[in-house]
């Protein structure tokens, strides 16, 4: 990892990902959350690896080419965590 | 179960469910999907587990209430994939 991991997101070993589960109220507002988060892909390439429920979403950042995370994932992960948050 | 389990899925006994994996040619395909799976949710009252990449999704349907999935889910599993067909 070039960069720190971003609080809530966890560094999994095997294969080498961000992850992190982000919890919500309701399926409107993890339906919100999954929207910007496809407008997030959109703007930066990158495409996480999503499960959801109806009141969680789990985000797996894989790193490019078969490479481990790097600072693009680390960004992306600050930046969905700041999606995530209400308001 | 009370009903035969639909073409392409697959009974899975722990927890009991019902297993899909789509697979789309492109994001723009998976997104489709993932749209007018949410409306079939938002019509049946039934929201599975999913997980989705750029070319896939994975449903697991469990039953209400703890119970295994039944008809509802059986009936549900089949307008998904029907969902998922070109065109």
Known sequence: ??????????????????????????????????????????????????GFGTTHVNVTLYGQAGQAPGADEVDFASRASALAMPG
Chains 1, 2 share one sequence.
């Open 1 to 50: 990892m070039t960069a720190s991991v971003p609080e809530g997101w966890r560094e999994v070993p095997t294969p080498p990902s961000l992850f992190r589960r982000f919890q919500f109220d309701s399926y409107r507002d993890t339906r919100a959350f999954l929207e910007r988060l496809a407008g997030l892909s959109q703007e930066t390439g990158l495409y996480p690896d999503l």
